[in-house]
């Protein structure tokens, strides 16, 4: 049992409208039934929305929430940064110093600072673990691009916020509970939203489901022309498999963001993962390191990507997929042969 005083209790936004249940936010929710029995505060699951997903209940239940609250609104219905910290702001002030924690999305990266302004407390973004050690609550954050990673110990009982993409592979299952369910319709704002949303409209669809492929040729800063893209491209198609990409490539535009590995995109576990150029940056790593076998190249041989690749190749892309491409063109002629 750490010492210090106790959070009254851990709260976990387990996501809104149709993306909730968010599956690390469950993943998420079963470590927190760990800290919180061991911190003795009581778990709840956050909902937002225009109404309570079943689906979230069942999975609450599953993970061992003792509350499940529903936040619900019209303006909740769809993504709004402000309404959403609104919301949370207003329950956490409510209900007393507590710890909360969201899945490190992209929508958390807005929500978790305005949510800790609004309460003026502090906010540890972007964090891959929180765990207990020596009696404290630590939480691990990448620093300097990735490169680094510090342990920070945070003092219970203090409110505070934190944004966590767990990257280990402990149970998503928890232990079941049996959760009171306190649905909130909220009021129409009494002081009107800063930004209003207009519409909406969806992305075109992936052309691609890269969590259903076997092979993944992915393709990070390193690969960023259209030389060796095309080079990437070659080798995906010679091996059956899907291109995907590191965040700055879609960021700069060279493939969709249904194309990007990682905290910010897709969770993948193909047979082979054929990293081009990529530094393996956490964010990245997140997404792609439970891959059955890990192929990396990068000229850099201090490139962090090497630290979970099964295989590495220091050199090049130009140099070192030509001769992949050789090599696959042959295996392939080699499969036709009676
Ligand atoms: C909140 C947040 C969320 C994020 N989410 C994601 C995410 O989901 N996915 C993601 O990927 N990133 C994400 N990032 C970004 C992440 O931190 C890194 O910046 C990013 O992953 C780096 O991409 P990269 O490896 O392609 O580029 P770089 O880090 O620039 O690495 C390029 C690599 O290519 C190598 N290289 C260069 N030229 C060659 C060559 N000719 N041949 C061989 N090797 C070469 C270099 O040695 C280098 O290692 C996120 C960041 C934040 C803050």
Request: include cysteine.
């Amino acid at each position: 049992m750490p010492s210090g005083k106790p959070w009254s209790e851990l709260v976990v936004f387990l996501g809104y409208g149709q993306y909730c249940p968010d599956g690390a936010a469950l993943h998420l929710l079963a470590r927190c039934r760990f800290l919180a029995d061991r911190l003795g505060s009581r778990l709840t699951a956050l909902v937002l929305g225009q109404e309570l997903p079943a689906s979230a209940v069942a999975a609450a239940e599953e993970r061992g929430a003792d509350e499940i609250v529903s936040l619900e609104a019209p303006a909740l219905a769809h993504y709004h940064a402000e309404a959403f910290a609104r919301a949370v702001g207003n329950l956490l002030r409510e209900r007393g110093p507590g710890l909360f924690l969201l899945p490190n999305t992209l929508e958390a990266t807005e929500v978790a600072p305005a949510v800790a302004g609004m309460l003026e407390v502090p906010a540890l973004t972007n964090c891959i673990d929180i765990e207990i050690a020596n009696g404290c609550v630590v939480v691990t954050r990448p620093m300097f691009w990735g490169t680094r990673h510090v342990r920070i110990q945070v003092e219970t009982g203090q409110p505070l916020v934190v944004t966590v993409q767990l990257r280990d592979g402990s149970p998503v299952q928890g232990r079941p509970g049996n959760p009171s369910v306190r649905r909130v319709q909220l009021p129409a704002e009494a002081e009107p939203l800063l930004t209003r949303i207009l519409g909406g409209s969806e992305p075109a669809v992936a052309d691609i489901d890269l969590t259903k492929a076997e092979v993944i040729v992915a393709a990070g800063r390193g690969a960023a022309s259209k030389s060796a893209i095309k080079l990437v491209e070659e080798i995906a198609e010679l091996l059956g498999g899907a291109v995907a990409c590191s965040r700055p490539m879609a960021d700069l535009g060279w493939f969709p963001r249904g194309r990007i590995v990682g905290t910010s995109g897709k969770t993948v576990r193909p047979k082979l993962y054929l990293a081009c150029g990529i530094s393996g940056a956490s964010q990245h790593l997140a997404g792609m390191q439970e891959a059955q076998t890990i192929i990396a190249i990068n000229k850099d041989p201090y490139a962090p990507i090497f630290e979970v690749a099964h295989y590495g190749v220091v050199g090049m892309l130009e140099e070192i997929l030509p001769a992949f491409i050789e090599n696959a063109r042959g295996i392939r002629a080699g499969d036709k042969l009676p």
